[in-house]
């Protein structure tokens, strides 16, 4: 087959203690997903239903350097588990959803907060708050067969030596296995999907010249600086 133009490569994350890698599918992403972080973005931390957005596949990045992007003075960072998929399907049931897991790691979830701020007051989508050129540092997949299930466990993240972030896993309101039941009434999941599952409480401006570690319990830590 020939091509009018030069394909993108395969969108890929190395999969952590081996050669492999894990091609990325899409990315999806839960919103207020701890109470903390709902309520200091004004929002009723009460058991709503789930909300997802998504960013591109080619948002993930793992050169360990955030851009300061264009268009936005108030670029905030949200420290964030992520989930890989090595299966998918519609109407998973929660008591199945484990079963799709490949593997988890770390993710920077960065926002552009003022344009998100403006598209949430205008009732539009909020694409170029959250789905922009290198906005989701990441670090490599840990397989379920090396790590486990990750269900608990400390999170934290660190701007230039303070914490900024810091919460426990199973303080997530929809468990990953809900998350990955929920998602798949509205999408047909699929192996190379990787889900951000919510960030905790503490989200906050970065500069240039910032470092920030993100680290989770069983899975090491991820450094990214802001250039
Ligand atoms: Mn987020």
Same mark, same amino acid.
């Given at each position: 087959?020939?091509? *009018?133009?030069?394909?993108?490569?395969?969108?890929?994350?190395?999969? @952590?203690?081996?050669? &492999?890698?894990?091609?990325?599918?899409?990315?999806?992403?839960?919103?207020?997903?701890?109470?903390?972080? &709902?309520?200091?973005?004004?929002?009723?931390?009460?058991?709503?239903?789930?909300?997802?957005?998504?960013?591109?596949?080619?948002? =993930?990045? =793992?050169?360990?350097?955030?851009?300061? +992007?264009?268009?936005?003075?108030?670029?905030?960072?949200?420290?964030?588990?992520?989930?890989?998929?090595? #299966?998918?399907? #519609?109407?998973?049931?929660?008591?199945?959803?484990?079963? @799709? *897991?490949?593997?988890?790691?770390? &993710?920077?979830?960065?926002?552009?907060?003022?344009?998100?701020?403006?598209?949430?007051? !205008?009732?539009?989508? $909020?694409?170029?708050?959250?789905?922009?050129?290198?906005?989701?540092?990441?670090?490599?997949? @840990?397989?379920?067969?090396?790590?486990?299930? =990750?269900?608990?466990? @400390?999170?934290?993240?660190?701007?230039?030596?303070?914490?900024?972030?810091?919460?426990?896993?199973?303080?997530?309101? $929809?468990?990953? +296995?809900? !998350?990955?039941?929920?998602?798949?009434?509205?999408?047909?999941?699929?192996?190379?999907?990787?889900?951000?599952?919510?960030? +905790?409480?503490?989200?906050?401006?970065?500069?240039?010249?910032? *470092? !920030?570690?993100? #680290?989770?319990?069983? =899975?090491?830590?991820?450094?990214?600086?802001?250039?």
């Amino acid at each position: 087959m020939d091509y *009018v133009i030069s394909t993108q490569p395969i969108v890929s994350l190395p999969v @952590h203690g081996t050669d &492999a890698k894990f091609p990325v599918r899409r990315v999806y992403c839960i919103g207020r997903n701890y109470a903390g972080h &709902a309520i200091e973005m004004g929002h009723d931390p009460d058991r709503e239903d789930p909300f997802f957005f998504q960013k591109n596949p080619n948002n =993930l990045d =793992l050169s360990g350097e955030f851009p300061y +992007p264009q268009k936005s003075s108030d670029v905030h960072h949200e420290a964030e588990l992520f989930v890989a998929l090595k #299966t998918g399907g #519609t109407n998973i049931p929660v008591n199945k959803a484990l079963d @799709h *897991v490949f593997g988890y790691g770390l &993710a920077l979830d960065m926002t552009r907060r003022d344009l998100q701020s403006i598209q949430k007051k !205008m009732g539009r989508p $909020w694409e170029v708050g959250k789905a922009f050129e290198k906005s989701a540092p990441c670090g490599p997949v @840990h397989p379920v067969s090396a790590v486990g299930h =990750l269900d608990q466990g @400390h999170l934290e993240l660190k701007v230039n030596g303070a914490v900024r972030q810091e919460a426990d896993l199973n303080q997530m309101i $929809w468990k990953v +296995p809900e !998350m990955i039941s929920y998602l798949s009434e509205y999408y047909e999941l699929a192996p190379g999907d990787v889900i951000l599952s919510g960030t +905790p409480s503490g989200v906050a401006a970065v500069e240039k010249g910032d *470092v !920030m570690v993100l #680290t989770i319990d069983g =899975l090491g830590s991820l450094e990214v600086k802001v250039v």
